[in-house]
């Protein structure tokens, strides 16, 4: 029910951008974020979106770097990510969840819609 798109190999330096659809529903209402896959590491947050759109949230090391957006009228989701470093390569999974807190949407649990994980490779 969330198709990414994006995503591809850049050099170190370089900007890309993903997209997030919703498809067969709307997920108004619902918190989302982006997190990503680093090598054979866990899960980890990346950027979060309240479900109102008024707050953003993001991992240190992106912040200032990455954006993340919604677009309501297509119920896309996007993370743009400018200044890209290597540690950035990993597989960025979106995700949309109802019952997500301020407290809880740095972890994976509470988001229930997740997408297929695209590769994002930076190369130095």
């Known amino acids: 029910q969330l198709v990414q798109s994006g995503g591809g190999s850049v050099q170190a330096g370089g900007s890309l951008r993903l997209s997030c659809a919703a498809s067969?529903?709307?997920?108004?209402?619902?918190?989302e974020a982006w997190f990503r896959r680093v090598q054979d590491k866990e899960r980890e947050f990346v950027a979060a979106?309240?479900?109102?759109?008024?707050?953003?949230y993001f991992k240190d090391s992106v912040k200032g770097r990455f954006t993340i957006s919604r677009d309501n009228t297509t119920n896309t989701l996007y993370l743009q990510m400018n200044s890209l470093t290597p540690e950035d390569t990993g597989i960025y999974f979106c995700?949309?969840?109802?019952?997500?807190?301020?407290?809880?949407?740095?972890?994976?649990?509470?988001?229930?819609?997740w997408g297929q994980g695209t590769q994002v490779t930076v190369s130095s």
């Open positions: 067969e529903r709307s997920f108004n209402g619902y918190a």
């Open positions: 995700a949309a969840g109802k019952e997500v807190t301020r407290s809880t949407m740095r972890t994976a649990p509470p988001y229930d819609y």
């Open positions: 979106l309240s479900w109102n759109g008024g707050r953003t």
